[in-house]
């Protein structure tokens, strides 16, 4: 099994930065992807932003030039720096990891973006 242990949300105005970490414990195979969703009231998940084990990135078109994923492979830990948040940003945001075929989820942690 997988954990996944996320932190570093919390309220800021906008403008500001927060810097989200998530630890994955367990059963990590070497080859993954792992990734940060969020979720406002009433909208659907979507995709924010996601990395190979290999470093290869990808990101939300709302989110590009802002906000930088980076990983530390030893450590099986995904980072998520946001900058230049804004009130959109506001959402519960989820870590997650993917491999062979397989999503886990972290428990979520809320951003708040006040205006």
């Known amino acids: 099994q997988v954990q996944l242990v996320e932190s570093g949300g919390g309220l800021v105005q906008a403008g500001g930065s927060l810097r989200l970490s998530c630890a994955a414990s367990g059963s990590i195979f070497r080859i993954n992807t792992m990734g940060w969703y969020r979720q406002a009231p009433g909208k659907q998940r979507e995709l924010v932003a996601a990395?190979?084990?290999?470093?290869?990135?990808n990101y939300a078109d709302s989110v590009k030039g802002r906000f930088t994923i980076s990983r530390d492979n030893a450590k099986n830990t995904v980072y998520l720096q946001m900058n230049s948040l804004k009130p959109e940003d506001t959402a519960v945001y989820y870590c997650?990891?993917?491999?062979?075929?397989?999503?886990?989820w972290g428990q979520g942690t809320q951003v708040t973006v006040s205006s």
């Open positions: 997650n990891l993917r491999q062979i075929y397989t999503d886990y």
């Open positions: 990395i190979t084990s290999s470093g290869t990135t």
